[in-house]
Nanobody, 122 residues
């Protein structure tokens, strides 16, 4: 079974840091890509970051220079390090797997976690 579980969300103040974790099971992480997405109430789910099977990364313009995605294949885990957090980062964050090992094209995302909420407030 291919499963993903997000964790690490919570309440933080603007300017603080937070690390989200995506733990995967049911497959060997080495061969796949993982994407992070977020969705605020009433809004469409949007891409935040992706790390492909080779370790290459991409980011949404809104988080470039603030967020960093990384992977630890031995631990079957992908992280999203969030720094200089802003109130507009408030959302539920989801991870998803791209079984092709590519760059997280929406049509290649076959499995999703249940999400972890992040609330940014002063």
């Amino acid at each position: 079974q291919l499963q993903l579980v997000e964790s690490g969300g919570g309440l933080v103040q603007p300017g603080e840091s937070l690390r989200l974790t995506c733990k995967v099971s049911g497959f060997t992480l080495d061969y796949y890509s993982i994407g992070w997405f977020h969705q605020a109430p009433g809004q469409e789910r949007e891409g935040v970051s992706c790390i492909d099977s080779s370790g290459s990364t991409k980011y949404a313009d809104s988080v470039k220079g603030r967020f960093s995605i990384s992977r630890d294949n031995a631990k079957n885990t992908v992280y999203l390090q969030m720094k200089s957090i802003k109130p507009e980062d408030t959302s539920v964050y989801y991870c998803a797997v791209d079984g092709t090992g590519g760059f997280c094209r929406r049509e290649d995302l076959g499995s999703w976690g249940q999400g972890t909420p992040v609330t940014v407030s002063s």
